[in-house]
Structures are given as structure tokens and as C-alpha cells.
T-cell receptor, first 115, second 109 residues
Framework: EAEVAQSPRYKITEKSQAVAFWCDPI?????LYWYRQILGQGPELLVQ????????DSQLPKDRFSAERLKGVDSTLKIQPAELGDSAMYLC?????????????FGQGTRLTVV | QKEVEQDPGPLSVPEGAIVSLNCTYS??????FMWYRQYSRKGPELLMY????GNKEDGRFTAQVDKSSKYISLFIRDSQPSDSATYLC?????????FGTGTRLQVFP
């Protein structure tokens, strides 16, 4: 069964350090999402890609966060420098359609702890 | 006020109980309504998907949408310990998927 792959599963980093997360979507899915889920809350969209293009990054803190999907397949989300408030689960999702009403499949997430 | 409100629980019920989970929302543009199930330390997985108002049933799960009241529900019949998870409602027009905070459900034997 096709899955969205994310790595690492867990990451502990010191504040002010750089950290990166990787996502490989389901093959053939043109749309890729990065969400942040703070403990006890629902996921919030950080960035949406359609192929290699950014469709929505309005909630991405661009002073410290960056995301890329260079070949329109896998994607990397980077934080530099990390802050204590960045501790959260970072979820990647993909879908074959480009609108939000299309079913999105989530990876298992990367749990980030900033100390 | 958040666009989507969901009681975080936790909700603890005995095995076999009927569970009712609910969300309210404020955006009249929402037309697509989803319920995701999230096990601990896992990503969410889509459980139910409903367009506009009405009911949808899938096995032990029933999703209801009342757009006039801006209220959606998920019912779980004959609940099982394996149903213990966080249930997230989510909804959208077509712009962006908005999630509730999730309700943590525990079904004890």
C-alpha cells in the first residue's frame, strides 16, 4: 500500500540550530502539504505545493522557515534558527487533486523537540 | 473565535457504547466535511467524507452534517478499544482544509 514517507520520525535540537525534515509523497500525487500540529491542537497548514510550485505559504513564518520541492516529487522543510515554540509534530500530506476537498494522505510525521 | 470548534475531551466510554463526537463552525462557505482518526504518534487518516448536508454511514460509523446549524457529528456504534484515538473534524470550501482541535476518545474494556 502506497504511503507518504517522512524522516526523521523524531528530532531533538537545540534552539538557534538548523533542522530539516524530508517528505516523499505517494507516487503520482501532484499536491504536497506541510502541516504543523502543536500538542492538543489540530494540524495547521504551513505550505502547499502543486508540483514544484508554491500554491499557499501564507502561514509559513518565512523569516525562519523554508520549503522546497525542486523536482515536484519529494520535499524538504527547513527551520533556521529553531525556537522553543517550534516544538510540534510536522506532518506531510499528499493528494492527487489540487483542491482542499480532495482526500489527503498523511505521513507519520516528524516530532520536533527544541531544547 | 475559531472557524472550527471541537471539544477536546477526553471522552472515556465503556466498550459497546455509542459515541457522539461533534464540531461547530462559523464559515458558511464550508461544503466538504471530513473526520480524521489519529492514533498516538501517528498521522491522521481519513475516516469519513461528506459533501453538504445529510448523513453518511460506513459500518459502525455515521457522519451527519447540518449546514443550517453549522454543526457536524460523528457517531460510533458498538465502540471498541481499538477506536481509542483522537478524532479530528476538518472542513473546507475548496480553499484550505481547516481542522478542529480534535477530541481524544478512550474506550475501555
Amino acid at each position: 500500500e502506497a504511503e507518504v514517507a517522512q524522516s526523521p520520525r523524531y528530532k531533538i535540537t537545540e534552539k538557534s540550530q538548523a533542522v530539516a525534515f524530508w517528505c516523499d509523497p505517494i507516487s503520482g500525487h501532484a499536491t504536497l502539504y506541510w502541516y504543523r500540529q502543536i500538542l492538543g491542537q489540530g494540524p495547521e497548514l504551513l505550505v502547499q505545493f502543486q508540483d514544484e510550485s508554491v500554491v499557499d505559504d501564507s502561514q509559513l513564518p518565512k523569516d525562519r522557515f523554508s520549503a522546497e520541492r525542486l523536482k515536484g516529487v519529494d520535499s524538504t522543510l527547513k527551520i533556521q534558527p529553531a525556537e522553543l515554540g517550534d516544538s510540534a509534530m510536522y506532518l506531510c500530506a499528499s493528494s492527487h487533486g489540487w483542491t482542499a476537498n480532495t482526500e489527503a494522505f498523511f505521513g507519520q510525521g516528524t516530532r520536533l523537540t527544541v531544547v | 473565535q475559531k472557524e472550527v470548534e471541537q471539544d477536546p475531551g477526553p471522552l472515556s466510554v465503556p466498550e459497546g457504547a455509542i459515541v457522539s463526537l461533534n464540531c461547530t463552525y462559523s464559515n458558511s462557505a464550508f461544503q466538504y466535511f471530513m473526520w480524521y482518526r489519529q492514533y498516538s504518534r501517528k498521522g491522521p487518516e481519513l475516516l469519513m467524507y461528506t459533501y453538504s448536508s445529510g448523513n453518511k454511514e460506513d459500518g459502525r460509523f455515521t457522519a451527519q452534517v447540518d449546514k443550517s446549524s453549522k454543526y457536524i457529528s460523528l457517531f460510533i456504534r458498538d465502540s471498541q478499544p481499538s477506536d481509542s484515538a483522537t478524532y479530528l473534524c476538518a472542513m473546507t470550501g475548496t480553499d484550505k482544509l481547516i481542522f478542529g482541535t480534535g477530541t481524544r476518545l478512550q474506550v475501555f474494556p
